[in-house]
């Protein structure tokens, strides 16, 4: 019997975390390549095996819990699944990579494992408001940094304009060298990486809704100087082409 369980927290913790899950299984097997996506996850496995293997994972194993986190990613990555299907998840905002990577292993990261399993996996209606008011006790010591919300915001608005990255140094207090370092801190990818996995995602969108739109049509849409570069970071990213991405 499966049983899969989603919540949106509301604002303010919805600044750190886009949805929380609950998922259970008396039996899986599962093993499948993903695309790198725009959020990073933390997830805490009560039940048998459950992994990724790429770039930007860590694991660490307390009381019989197996916590797993997640980052972006600049290539494919693997999940595997098998046995009893027993976790909780949350699936935040990209920044939250590095917040999480100093707590890993912390009490406050066996805190958020023991109230996740109590409140929202051990009972039948899951208590998903305790649970937000608890965890927003613990990610608002971590206030979102003023450079990286600017960041965010300007390349949302201004992320397939060539360019982008360079016009956005100038706007900043900061010096250049100064931002990459802060934002690999948090995000643990460079802002130009950032900004082409934001491109590829974006062009996934227009693979999966316009798929009578010619592949050179999506590569410009989306931001890329030409076919040939569009092709080759899709498939760095992805694992394969645009083409054999519409065919699978």
């Not at 949106?8 to 919805?14: A, D, K, S």
């Not at 886009?18 to 805490?44: C, D, M």
């Not at 399993?117 to 965890?135: C, D, G, T």
């Amino acid at each position: 019997m499966n049983n899969e369980t989603e919540y949106y927290p509301g604002f303010p913790l919805n600044q750190y975390i886009n949805l929380i899950w609950v998922g259970k299984a008396s039996e899986v097997t599962v093993s499948l390549s993903h695309h790198a996506p725009l959020f990073t996850e933390l997830v805490f496995n009560y039940g048998d095996t459950f992994t990724f293997e790429g770039q930007n994972v860590e694991n660490f194993t307390s009381n019989n819990v197996h916590q797993i986190i997640s980052g972006l990613k600049t290539a494919p990555f693997q999940v595997n699944i098998s046995g009893a299907y027993s976790n909780v998840g949350l699936q935040l905002k990209p920044f939250c990579y590095g917040m999480l990577y100093r707590k890993f292993g912390t009490k406050a990261m066996e805190h958020i494992s023991e109230i996740l399993f109590e409140h929202l996996y051990l009972p039948i209606k899951p208590n998903f408001k305790k649970v937000e008011q608890a965890l927003l006790k613990i990610f608002s010591v971590s206030p979102i940094d003023n450079d990286l919300m600017k960041f965010e915001n300007y390349i949302s608005k201004n992320l397939l304009e060539k360019g982008c990255l360079k016009a956005f140094n100038t706007s900043v207090s900061i010096s250049q060298k100064g931002f990459i370092q802060k934002f690999k801190r948090h995000f643990f990818l460079t802002p130009s990486e950032y900004i082409k996995l934001k491109q590829v995602n974006y062009a996934i969108q227009l693979l999966e809704n316009k798929q009578d739109e010619k592949l050179t049509n999506i590569g410009l849409d989306s931001g890329f100087y030409d076919q040939s570069h569009f092709i080759r970071v899709f498939k760095k990213f992805c694992g394969v082409t645009p083409k054999q991405f519409l065919q699978r």
